[in-house]
């Protein structure tokens, strides 16, 4: 396993600065990575396999990650807002599926 480097800076960036770029090229096992949003770089932190991780000094937390990640999958989700027929439709299916 490579070397990870932790740094601590002053100040995370600006909110309209942050930005998260994970990409894999052909024919390799691992993903890169370079995050400036710390809720990204917090979840990616364990899978850090080489790189560098950067800590804010006043609040202690993970804010930038930049380096490889191990060979797992990458997933991203977002919180689905549904209305209540949406929720009524998916859970009558749900229903149905479970009935079979």
Known sequence: MSEITT???DKTLE????????????GEKHYSISC??????R????????GRVLIN????QVVELHGVLDS????????RDLTDEQ?????????KNVSL
């Open 87 to 95: 929720r009524a439709e998916i859970a009558d299916r749900f229903r």
């Open 15 to 26: 909110t309209d600065s942050q930005e998260i770029s994970i990409f894999k090229l052909s």
């Open 72 to 79: 797992s999958n990458v997933s991203f989700s977002k919180k």
């Open 36 to 41: 400036t949003i710390p809720k990204y770089a």
């Open 43 to 50: 979840k990616y932190r364990d899978r850090l396999t080489s």
């Open 7 to 9: 740094e601590y800076i």
């Open 57 to 60: 000094k006043v609040s202690g």
